[in-house]
C-alpha cells in the first residue's frame, strides 16, 4: 500500500533543499518556479547552488511582485 505522501516526495524534498540553503527571510526557488512566474514577480538570481539528491541548479530569490 502506497501513501499519498509518496507521490509528493520530491516536490517536498526539492522544496525542502530550498528552504535550507536559502536566505533567512528570503523567499528561494529553483529556477523552474522563477521562468513560470516572471510575470508575476521579479527575481534576483543566487546563481549556481549544491542541491543535496538534485546536483547543482540555478536557484533565485523573490525581490517583489511587479506592478
Known sequence: KRFLYDLWGDAVNLASRMESTGVPGKIQVTGDIANASKGEFIFESRGIIDIKGKGK???F???????
Open 61 to 67: 530569490l523573490v525581490v517583489k511582485r511587479k506592478g
Open 57 to 59: 541548479m540555478e536557484a
